[in-house]
């Protein structure tokens, strides 16, 4: 008997909020930034704002490119600015999910262009 309810109960936990879907527990990222432009040895970051929450992005340096990333599992509407050496650029982004993830974006970032 043990084993049917703990099977029942592993079976609920993965489907229910789900739909029909299966859902995993790796937590996705839901932005991505690349800076189009920049180098080593530039200024940059990013924030996102929604709201009272706020989140600075972690950025790094990639082949020669500015990748910034974040709101981990966080759906929703954001204003994100961006920062190149004291250029600024602000962007509109919307996230949304799957019913089990939020679903990624990646937005290119022109500064200075």
Do not use: W
Request: aromatic fraction near 8%.
């Amino acid at each position: 008997m043990k084993h049917l309810v703990i099977s029942t109960f592993l079976f609920a936990s993965l489907t229910l909020g789900c739909g029909s879907q299966v859902c995993t527990d790796d937590a996705k990222i839901g932005l991505h930034l690349v800076f189009d432009g920049g180098g080593a040895g530039d200024s940059v970051s990013a924030v996102a704002v929604s709201g009272d929450f706020s989140e600075e992005l972690h950025c790094v340096l990639s082949d020669a490119t500015y990748e910034c990333s974040g709101l981990t599992e966080r759906p929703g509407s954001y204003a994100v600015t961006a920062t190149l050496n004291g250029a600024i650029e602000t962007y509109s982004v919307t996230l949304e999910d799957d019913g089990c993830h939020v679903v990624p974006q990646t937005l290119t970032v022109f500064i200075g262009h």
